[in-house]
Structure formats: structure tokens, C-alpha cells
């Protein structure tokens, strides 16, 4: 009898664990995505997807962090599952779109972007149903986008579809380049890429993460650049971009991308701390103290306490000045979007 019941407490208590470590892998890897160490996140999504195949958040994830490598089918697999376990959401259609688009399959991305706007009624989600419709209608109607005139000679469709597909191969061979950790290479392969085909938004992007990461950091602005250049609601490149010039201490222009931002993701904590920190650097001690008791407002992630702490540090120095709040940014128009790099 003690033998059983050993027994059924062990098959209780496994299932348990499982779920434990599926969530603390799932946890580890939501940071590791916003510090856009997507390689990293990758795996432990796996991981957490072992002991857990029915996490339907960490598919998500998944797919997201796949995208952004550039490992398009990886990324379309992913997003199906997602789909599949929650197929009322619209989210994952909306990255379907996404992976379709960059793995070249136009018709499946038009059909995912169509079924993300049809199931869309979430409040506050209008931008990316606008954003679904505008690459619904380019990828509809590529040829209305022709200058009219006559046509094109010969052969200058091969070689624009040449100089496209040596674009995707260089691109593949950074994104394995960087996965295995040859930054160098990789950089190389990007900036081939994007000499064949300027029009590679996530070619600039990565270029920008790897140039940030060996602290070649004016190289990284022009990248970052790069990339918002092609797409101006690119949130995550207006935050490398900023974060960018804080390295080169261009504090008034990361000031501009942080704000360009808040507008896109006006409640995630991270930019209102570096914005504080920014303001702070400029001089401008109220808008300083409106940034960073935004971010203590917003932030309530487990593991950030230390920086809630310092804010609060400046905060309280702030207001034993005098100083008053003064939301400098609220009404500042967004920053342009950036020259070509």
C-alpha cells in the first residue's frame, strides 16, 4: 500500500515540475526577448515547450523569436501551433502574416493579415490593424505600385529577382553566422545583404544588434536608422536606436527616438527610465521627474526593483529641490523618421 501511494504521488507531483519549470523557462526567456538575445530566448522556449507542449504563450514567443532571426518556417510552425491551441486570438495571425512575408509566400500572408483584421476588436489594437492593411494592400497590388510609362526591358526582371535572391542568401548566411557566434562574419553577410537589396528591414536590424554589441556604436545608429527609414513603426528599432545614442551620449536625439517609442508602446516601462535618465543628462530636471515617475507608475516586473529604486532615489533629490514634473515629451511631435543609412 505504501509502495501505490508513493507511486501516485510521484505521477501527481511530475506533472507539477514539469509545469514549474516550463513557466521559470518561459519566464527567463521573455527577458532574454526583450534584452533581444533572441537565440537564447529560442532555446528556452524550447525548453519550456518540452516540459510543457501546450504553453500556448511560449509558442507565441516562439514564432516571434524566430522571426526576428530570420528562421521564417521556424517561425510559421510556431505561430500555427499558437494558433491552434487558441485559435479565437489575433495575434498570431497577425505574426503568420509576418513569417509568411518574409519567407516569400505572399498569398499566405495576405490570407493572415486578412484573418487578423477580421478577428481584431481588441481596444487600443487600431494601429495594427491599420499597419495589417497597408501590407495587405502592398502585397496585393505590387504591380499598381508601377510608375506608369513603358515597360521595363528585358532584362531587368532577372536581374532584380538575382539581385533579391543573393539578398535572402546573404541574409541566411548572417543569421547562421550569428547563431553559431561569428559576429564578424555575420556582419559581413548582412551588409552584403543589404548592398544587394536596401529594402531588408530585418538585415538592418540585426546589423544594429550585432554592431551595438561590439560597441561600435555610431555604426549601430546608422543601421538602426536603416531599418525605421523603411519601417517608421518599427517600435523595437526606435528603442535600439535610442539606446544607440545614449552610448554616444547624443542625449537630445535619444530623447526623440524614446519619445517616438512611448507613442508606439506608450506602456512599457523600459523607455520611461532611460528617458529619465536622459532628460537627466540634458539638464532638463522636470521632464527628468515626469519620465521617471512614469516608469515607477508602470513598472511592476518581479527582478527590476533595483531600478525602481534608483528612480525613486532621483525622484525623492528632485523634489527636495523643488522641482516640478514637467512632461516635456507629452506634446513634443514625433521625431521624423530617419535618413537612409
Not at 1 to 25: K, S
Not at 208 to 224: I, P, S
Amino acid at each position: 500500500m505504501t509502495r501505490v501511494l508513493l507511486v501516485c504521488l510521484t505521477l501527481i507531483a511530475a506533472p507539477a515540475a514539469a509545469q514549474t519549470d516550463a513557466a521559470r523557462a518561459h519566464a527567463e526567456a521573455r527577458e532574454l526577448l526583450r534584452a533581444g538575445r533572441f537565440d537564447e530566448a529560442a532555446a528556452r522556449l524550447r525548453a519550456a515547450l518540452q516540459a510543457k507542449p501546450d504553453l500556448a504563450p511560449a509558442w507565441y514567443d516562439l514564432g516571434y523569436a524566430c522571426r526576428r532571426l530570420g528562421r521564417h518556417v521556424d517561425a510559421i510552425r510556431a505561430y500555427a501551433e499558437f494558433a491552434r491551441l487558441r485559435p479565437a486570438d489575433p495575434g498570431a495571425h497577425y505574426g503568420l502574416g509576418l513569417a509568411f512575408q518574409g519567407a516569400g509566400d505572399r498569398a499566405a500572408a495576405i490570407r493572415s493579415l486578412r484573418r487578423y483584421v477580421e478577428l481584431e476588436k481588441r481596444a487600443g489594437e487600431e494601429k495594427w490593424v491599420a499597419r495589417a492593411r497597408e501590407l495587405i494592400a502592398a502585397l496585393s497590388a505590387p504591380a499598381a505600385a508601377a510608375p506608369a510609362g513603358p515597360a521595363p526591358a528585358a532584362p531587368a526582371a532577372p536581374g532584380a529577382q538575382a539581385a533579391a535572391l543573393l539578398a535572402q542568401r546573404l541574409k541566411a548566411d548572417g543569421d547562421q553566422a550569428r547563431a553559431r557566434g561569428d559576429h564578424e562574419a555575420a556582419i559581413k553577410h548582412y551588409r552584403g545583404a543589404l548592398q544587394a537589396n536596401p529594402r531588408l528591414v530585418d538585415a538592418w536590424n540585426e546589423l544594429g544588434n550585432l554592431l551595438f554589441q561590439r560597441q561600435r556604436y555610431a555604426e549601430a545608429v546608422d543601421a538602426f536608422r536603416g531599418a525605421l527609414k523603411l519601417d517608421p513603426v518599427f517600435a523595437l528599432g526606435w528603442y535600439n536606436l535610442a539606446h544607440s545614442l545614449r552610448k554616444l551620449r547624443r542625449n537630445t536625439e535619444a530623447v526623440e527616438a524614446y519619445l517616438r517609442y512611448t507613442k508606439l508602446r506608450p506602456d512599457d516601462p523600459d523607455p520611461w527610465y532611460s528617458l529619465g535618465l536622459a532628460y537627466k543628462d540634458l539638464g532638463d530636471l522636470g521632464a527628468a521627474l515626469w519620465a521617471l515617475t512614469r516608469y515607477v507608475d508602470l513598472e511592476k516586473r518581479p527582478g527590476e526593483a533595483r531600478y525602481v529604486e534608483a528612480a525613486r532615489a532621483i525622484m525623492a533629490e528632485y523634489v527636495r529641490r523643488g522641482v516640478k514634473p514637467t512632461p516635456a515629451g507629452s506634446g513634443a511631435a514625433p521625431a521624423p523618421a530617419p535618413a537612409p543609412a
